[in-house]
């Protein structure tokens, strides 16, 4: 039956990873079409008019950033994916209306820092460096799929060993580091490290950013080297997409054409067909089905199994396992169409267009955890903003801007009431925020949109609106995403496999799941 | 006339140290800075008639072939079962876990069915898991970052060990040492008080939150402690925990060894990088072949050593390495038994372990005050009423109850640990035992509180730290106390140490006194 396929691969999910990896598969001349549910590819990667003529990245206002390999493989400068020369990693501002500025550059970063601690302007250089270092060895482990743990195969392990070696070459101090800094509390790690308390928070919140987590739970280490591991990674022209993430979509969308993919928008997937054992295509909600020697899912892995599988095609350890996949979202989004540029005290326009955080010290950071852990949202979330009209104008009518903001925490549980009610009072809530530190922000709003955890679940089909597919754990990153013995993007049933986030490095908008998956799916079908 | 070996600290790690380096005939000085030996370990007659295990009370990990080897029980030790746990719950119902398996199914059953069908299976899992950890306990942790064969080959044997474990012990294994003890047990039960009052054990030593990733391995001493080779019993001492150092310390004493108690140490002395012998506080000097410190690391090298003779990386380690007592003690003479409104009167269950730990909730309300500084409102605790199993504890008709009470952190945010700090901290554990025993309050005859800065003063554990520094997962195996001296050796020649804070840590388990001993008999020759 397989044999009388009209294609190799059907790819489910037109976000970033799938879009990579279906153009991967083209590439490699794998017969591949990609379904996507919603009328236009890039799932997180989103842009949305939310009032006439004001356009928004949607979800992600930054992407993680993407992974050079990506980038060279598919070509995508020939498909329109071009990047800004910002200097700026990310901002953060103080309530008494000053601004710290984390450059790509550290010693400009040691420079400004100056000012709030002498000691930590000689810190940081080392800090970062240190932290390029780790970060560093952890992406070898993020160009390939992890080994099984069962039969480990050669090529694996390989480069398996091209990391222990890589280890090895590290100074031993940065060896013991690796070791301690991942299951550390982030709050420690930065603790350790520096002294002045909206530098700790400002870095501290990579280590937390979309987790059930705070600074003071063991294991945020973790994430913030995941973060390292992903620059590290990244294209050298620059880390910010010209246009916003949605660019990186089209560009994606554009190779994978180009390489042959067809790619169906408006068509949801339903159920994946399996005829013994097998993996043979899937249906859409119209009831046509697409066959397909092999079938990939670029949705969560709780979604690909527990909605798209039949429960009888899974053996009863696996589903109870996938069930136990913690996926518990805590990110929400607001966005803003301005009638001006607020002026927020402290912040150049070059820092508003790129990433600023509003989150003065760890114990802010932590208090907004603790309200997430009754099931309620942080009455004083941290946000992240940035104005993307400030560096594309076309997002906005002339003076007009478009305000992008996360906030965190927002956990997709709520307790005795639902995120239907506590939209607007959310939207208040960061809207106030905003106003505190720039006077006057909600006299200049023509427009809001307020995205909880539920409206990612309902509308983008992420499970518990996790953003990253499932929570980046110690217990569910590398070999163990998202299950230990399913690390390398194959599943319990022939011919399905994983390419989204919530399979291994899984760290965001990187296309990096996409690529991996695509090297395993390409060698099995070849 | 010269010693073989020093042991600084009479506590049950240095005694058991000194009763295998005895054994083995060396001459062997055991000093004790106060009048009593044991250490945390000790029992003290500390109101007229009332003797208490004024720190640690309960034996679990004891490791059995210390009992057969130092033939402890000859030495007076005798171990008194210690049965099940009694969680009264804010409904006025309660949860009664005993040892007998299926009394305690059919009391799970009360609260549902499904958690008593998981109980078995989680049973028997963590009775593997045990089986897997276990040897780990008496090993020499290997130096991942050496490239010394023995160690590698060590760190292979796991790997191999590990590769041999049936596939879903793996996924145990992993679980435990990467998850948060809430978020393990979520996986196996539903029933919010039995995870809130199972993931206690968790945090106890540790300034961690139930919720906090690092937390879930700790489920595993439960089913690791052994009395007299039978899994999982927890039990008391008869005479208190010090007659569990007393017996170790006749154990020594048979072989050869001098014991000497208020005999404080005010320096440990050495000549060019060799340690040659201490210096007491009252001036004598005594020289031997090794010094083995059994205090922590912030005594023996920041205090009985001077920083210069020590290499910088060291000292930054043992600087970096985190104590922050998070635990109280309040000992209660009593006049009558507490009656619990949820299972009143006189019965077993105050024979058994009582902890107030009703809900998860409780024990994430009572880790924020501590987070932010201040001693837990309504604290979680851990009580025993000793005198019911061993009435030689408490004159005719009366009663000794101890209870450990987290969190009470040593650094308070505003004031210090103070009289009025003292008596507000017993009053809020007295209150909050007095919401399940109402009749507590007229029953106190006398209160002991001891704050983390008593027990620092008192048992010179620094910051009031039991385990001698946190046992969380970045201070834990090669890496305890400090990364690349985890093998009971420090960078002074023939100075080593075998407290709680060297691998596997605390607790009265005896393993880092028999480990170092096994390590320096290999090195030092008579």
Known sequence: ?526 | MKYDAIIIGGGHNGLTCAAYLARAGRKVLVLERRHVLGGAAVTEEVFPGFKFSVCSYVVSLLRPEIIRELDLPRHGMELLPLDGTMTPMSNGDYLWRVNDHDKTRREIARHSRLDAEAYDEYGKAMVEMGRFAKPIMGMLPPDPTSLDPRGLLELLGMGRRFRDMRFHDKVNQVQLLTMSAVDFLDQWFETDVLKATMSASGIIGTFLGVRSPGTAYVLLHHYMGEIDGAFRSWGLSRGGTGAVSNAIAAAAREFGADIRTEAAVAQILSKNGRATGVALVNGDEIHAKVVVSSVDPNLTFLKFMNERDLPPDFVEGVKRYKYRGSSGKVNLALDGLPNFTCLPGVGPHLRGAISISPSIDYMERAYDDAKYGKFSSRPYMDMVIPSLTDPSLAPPGKHVMSCFVQYAPYHLRDGVWDDRQREAFGDAVINAIAEYAPNIKDNILHRQVLTPLDIEREFGLTEGNIFQGELTLEQLFFLRPVPGYAQYATPIDRLYMCGSATHPGGGIMGAPGRNAATRILKEVSR
């Open chain 1, 1 to 526: 039956m397989s044999g009388s396929a009209r294609y190799d691969a059907v790819v489910i999910g037109g976000g970033v990873n799938g879009l990579t990896c279906a153009a991967k598969l083209g590439k490699a001349g794998v017969r591949t079409v990609l379904v996507e549910q919603r009328d236009q590819v890039g799932g997180c990667a989103a842009e949305s008019e939310i009032a006439p003529g004001f356009r928004v990245p949607t979800l992600a206002h930054a992407t993680a950033p993407v992974r050079r390999d990506v980038v060279e493989d598919l070509q995508l400068y020939l498909h329109g994916l071009t990047f800004l020369d910002s200097a700026i990693d990310v901002s953060s501002l103080s309530p008494d209306g000053r601004a710290l500025t984390l450059w790509s550059n550290p010693s400009r970063t040691a420079e400004g820092l100056g000012a709030w601690s002498s000691r930590d302007a000689l810190a940081w250089p080392a800090f970062h460096q240190t932290l390029g270092r780790l970060g560093g060895l952890i992406g070898t482990l993020f160009q390939s799929a992890p080994p099984s743990i069962d039969t480990p195969h050669a090529r694996d392990l390989f480069s398996l060993m091209h990391t222990l070696s890589a280890f090895r070459g590290l100074p031993k101090a940065d060896q013991w580091r690796l070791l301690r800094w991942g299951p550390m509390a982030v709050a420690d790690l930065v603790g350790e490290s520096v002294e002045n308390e909206l530098l700790r928070a400002t870095v501290a919140a990579d280590g937390i950013f979309g987790a059930m987590l705070g600074p003071w739970s063991a294991g945020s280490g973790l994430q913030l080297l995941l973060a390292a591991a992903n620059r590290s990674l990244a294209w050298p022209g620059g880390h910010v997409v010209a246009g916003g993430p949605v660019v990186f979509a089209q560009a994606l969308r554009r190779a994978a054409e180009r390489h042959g993919v067809e790619i169906r928008t408006a068509a949801a997937v339903t159920r994946i067909e399996v005829n013994d054992d097998r993996a043979v295509g899937v249906t859409l909600a119209g009831g046509e089905h697409i066959q397909a020697r092999a079938v990939v899912s670029g949705v969560d892995p709780k979604r690909t199994f527990l909605s798209l599988c039949e429960a009888d095609h899974l053996p009863p350890e696996f589903s109870w396992r996938i069930k136990n996949y913690r996926s518990r979202g805590t990110l929400a989004k607001v966005n803003f169409a301005l009638s001006s540029l607020p002026s927020f005290a402290g912040a150049t326009r070059e820092m508003l267009a790129g990433r600023v955080r509003l989150a003065p010290d760890l114990d802010y950071l932590e208090r907004a955890f603790d309200h997430a852990k009754y099931g309620r949202y942080s009455s004083q979330p941290w946000i992240e903003f940035t104005v993307p009209s400030l560096s594309d104008p076309s997002l906005a009518p002339t003076g007009a801007h478009v305000l992008s903001a996360y906030a965190q925490f927002a956990p997709y549980q709520l307790r005795d009431t639902t995120w239907d009610a506590e939209r607007d009072p959310l939207g208040a809530i960061v809207t106030a925020m905003l106003e505190q530190y720039a006077p006057g922000f909600s006299s200049a709003i023509v427009a809001r949109e307020v995205l909880t955890p539920l409206d990612l679940e309902r509308g983008w089909g992420l499970t518990g609106g996790q953003i990253f597919h499932g929570e980046l754990a110690l217990d569910q990153f590398f070999a163990m995403r998202p299950l230990l013995g399913f690390g390398d993007h194959r599943t319990p049933i022939r011919g399905l496999f994983l390419c989204s986030s919530g399979s291994h490095p899984g760290t965001g908008l990187t296309g990096g799941s996409g690529a991996n998956a695509a090297t395993v799916v390409a060698r099995e079908l070849a």
